[in-house]
């Protein structure tokens, strides 16, 4: 972080950080230790707009580190902060991209009064340090309303406080915005067409599935469209839709809300994440009896989903009957376009992703040109990392008779794979590789995020369904062949 960015506003009379402690980083700036920890300020600031507070001279040292750490996140459009009390210190990390980066160590003492001022903002209990706690922050910062959902989890040598950012104007809904592949964007755009059934979005934390969910809500969004949601906590606010917050305090939970929604006329759902079985049976009751229900569920792939339901207890005929369909999903970092470097893989790297080198010889792959940001004729647009920004990677899986029969019936995920992919099914690990193709992410990327032994045996049945026709005499070919028996041309 910028010394000139933390040390604005931070000047105090009496002796320097310096002189208390000689460890002190440029986030302390000239600030006194005794006074920081003491919370000196005691004039009247605004505390709504983070860079009036940060700036204000009235501010405490410990409010102004804070609320810089806060304008630091935002300006640099990172995802997550993480405050980590550390043996020798407090470490501030953010991720951006999907990446976690270190941004300064604080002194030691600075642990107690950094949480404690995090936890006073998201009105959460100072008291209490052993157990976790969650609550809200809200800022306005240059005409934007900023949330932060605020974590707290004791550890050994402290709060540890991490900080998700949620910025509903800074992401543009609709699937022409998220999804690159066509058939892809047509495919999920017929199924959030359709008046009734589930559609399930999978998917790690932190891998935009509420952000496809709200895509999918945006193009639903019609004055002769009753729309409901119930989420914990609302990301996005949007107009003409009744969005309601998750209150377990009081007893409302997913499944409470959902049967509260059947009696308001509704026309579409949205389930902010399906996790038990009464929630997973409540919103398959509703996508039955005329509804169009949107939920999220953690689990690898599409077709991980049936076993992840099947483990919660829900009945397989109730799935097979109510499912429209299942979107997997990640997100890649999208590789900057003006510093990318253009480059030949060996045929080894090729061969470690599927990839066979005669058929990608007029492919033009790309590499990130990663540089420490303070470097001469650094990237300004990405700051030396090489990257900037995000690119989704979509697999869709589209409910047919097949599939309905075999899910009926409790086949294993290996057999709802196969069937999947024979009825065309692009995977996870296909649809990265096309991003690199297209030179918007590298294999690298690729590699981190999507490359697992499934993956790639799923991507080499894909290809080799593909290919059940020989390029060179047109013969017919069964799926085992590795090259064609009448002219002897390798299967690519």
């Given at each position: 972080?910028?010394?000139?960015?933390?040390?604005?506003?931070?000047?105090?009379?009496?002796?320097?950080?310096?002189?208390?402690?000689?460890?002190?980083?440029?986030?302390?700036?000239d600030?006194?230790?005794?006074?920081?920890?003491?919370?000196?300020?005691?004039q009247?600031?605004d505390?709504?707009?983070?860079?009036?507070?940060?700036?204000?001279?009235?501010?405490?040292?410990?409010?102004?580190?804070?609320?810089?750490?806060?304008?630091?996140?935002?300006?640099s459009?990172?995802?997550?902060?993480?405050?980590?009390?550390?043996?020798?210190g407090?470490?501030?990390?953010?991720?951006?991209?999907?990446?976690l980066?270190?941004?300064?160590?604080?002194?030691?003492?600075?642990?107690?009064?950094?949480?404690?001022?995090?936890?006073i903002?998201?009105?959460?209990?100072?008291?209490?340090?052993?157990?976790p706690?969650?609550?809200?922050?809200?800022?306005?910062?240059?005409?934007?309303?900023?949330?932060?959902?605020?974590?707290?989890?004791?550890?050994?040598?402290g709060?540890?406080?991490?900080?998700?950012?949620?910025?509903?104007?800074?992401?543009?809904?609709?699937?022409?915005?998220?999804?690159?592949?066509?058939?892809?964007?047509?495919?999920?755009r017929?199924?959030?067409?359709?008046?009734?059934?589930?559609?399930?979005?999978?998917?790690?934390?932190?891998?935009g599935?509420?952000?496809?969910?709200y895509?999918l809500?945006?193009?639903r969004?019609?004055?002769g469209?009753?729309?409901?949601t119930?989420?914990?906590?609302?990301?996005?606010?949007?107009?003409?839709?009744?969005?309601?917050?998750?209150?377990?305090?009081?007893?409302?939970?997913?499944?409470?809300?959902?049967?509260?929604?059947?009696?308001?006329?509704?026309?579409?759902?949205?389930?902010?994440?399906?996790?038990?079985?009464?929630?997973?049976?409540?919103?398959?009751?509703?996508?039955?009896?005329?509804?169009?229900?949107l939920?999220?569920?953690?689990?690898?792939?599409?077709?991980?989903?049936?076993?992840?339901?099947?483990?919660?207890?829900?009945?397989?005929?109730?799935?097979?009957a109510?499912?429209?369909?299942?979107?997997?999903?990640?997100?890649?970092?999208?590789?900057?376009?003006?510093?990318?470097?253009?480059?030949?893989?060996?045929?080894?790297?090729?061969?470690?992703?599927g990839?066979?080198?005669?058929?990608?010889s007029?492919?033009?792959?790309?590499?990130?040109?990663?540089?420490?940001?303070?470097?001469?004729?650094?990237?300004?647009?990405?700051?030396?990392?090489?990257?900037?920004?995000?690119?989704?990677?979509?697999?869709?899986?589209r409910m047919?008779?097949?599939i309905?029969?075999?899910?009926?019936?409790?086949?294993?995920?290996?057999?709802?794979?196969?069937?999947?992919?024979?009825?065309?099914m692009?995977?996870l690990?296909?649809?990265?590789?096309?991003?690199?193709?297209?030179?918007?992410?590298?294999?690298?990327?690729?590699?981190?995020?999507?490359?697992?032994?499934?993956?790639?045996?799923?991507?080499?049945?894909?290809?080799?369904?593909?290919?059940?026709?020989?390029?060179g005499c047109?013969?017919?070919?069964?799926?085992?062949?590795?090259?064609?028996?009448?002219?002897?041309r390798?299967?690519?």
């Amino acid at each position: 972080m910028n010394s000139d960015l933390v040390s604005q506003g931070l000047q105090r009379n009496g002796s320097t950080a310096a002189a208390a402690d000689p460890g002190h980083t440029s986030l302390i700036g000239d600030i006194d230790l005794g006074q920081a920890l003491l919370g000196v300020g005691d004039q009247e600031v605004d505390a709504e707009d983070l860079e009036a507070s940060s700036q204000a001279s009235a501010a405490s040292p410990v409010m102004s580190i804070v609320d810089r750490i806060l304008i630091e996140a935002l300006t640099s459009g990172a995802s997550d902060i993480h405050v980590e009390p550390q043996d020798d210190g407090l470490l501030i990390r953010f991720r951006q991209d999907g990446v976690l980066r270190t941004v300064e160590k604080l002194p030691k003492t600075l642990i107690p009064a950094i949480t404690s001022r995090f936890k006073i903002m998201a009105d959460l209990d100072i008291a209490e340090r052993r157990l976790p706690q969650d609550g809200r922050i809200r800022r306005n910062f240059r005409g934007r309303t900023m949330d932060f959902r605020v974590s707290t989890l004791p550890s050994r040598h402290g709060e540890k406080v991490v900080l998700r950012l949620l910025d509903s104007g800074a992401t543009k809904l609709g699937l022409d915005n998220l999804i690159t592949d066509p058939m892809a964007r047509v495919t999920l755009r017929e199924l959030g067409s359709k008046p009734f059934g589930m559609i399930l979005v999978t998917g790690p934390t932190g891998s935009g599935k509420s952000t496809t969910l709200y895509a999918l809500l945006s193009e639903r969004n019609e004055p002769g469209i009753n729309i409901s949601t119930v989420e914990d906590p609302i990301e996005y606010t949007l107009k003409g839709i009744t969005q309601t917050q998750v209150n377990r305090e009081k007893g409302l939970d997913f499944s409470t809300a959902l049967r509260a929604f059947m009696r308001q006329d509704p026309d579409v759902l949205l389930v902010g994440e399906t996790r038990d079985l009464e929630t997973a049976r409540t919103a398959i009751e509703a996508s039955l009896t005329g509804h169009l229900v949107l939920t999220t569920l953690h689990c690898n792939d599409a077709a991980s989903a049936f076993a992840r339901l099947d483990e919660m207890g829900v009945e397989p005929f109730l799935v097979s009957a109510s499912l429209l369909g299942v979107v997997s999903q990640r997100l890649v970092r999208r590789l900057c376009s003006d510093c990318r470097i253009p480059y030949r893989p060996d045929n080894e790297e090729l061969a470690r992703f599927g990839m066979v080198a005669t058929d990608e010889s007029e492919i033009t792959f790309y590499r990130a040109q990663a540089v420490e940001a303070d470097t001469p004729g650094c990237c300004p647009t990405c700051q030396g990392r090489g990257y900037r920004g995000r690119v989704g990677v979509y697999e869709i899986l589209r409910m047919n008779e097949m599939i309905s029969s075999a899910v009926a019936r409790r086949s294993g995920t290996e057999e709802l794979r196969r069937l999947a992919l024979e009825s065309g099914m692009k995977t996870l690990l296909g649809y990265g590789l096309d991003l690199v193709r297209e030179g918007l992410t590298t294999l690298e990327e690729v590699g981190r995020m999507l490359l697992t032994d499934t993956g790639l045996e799923s991507e080499r049945r894909a290809r080799a369904l593909s290919t059940l026709t020989c390029r060179g005499c047109g013969a017919g070919l069964q799926d085992e062949w590795l090259e064609c028996p009448y002219c002897l041309r390798i299967r690519r």
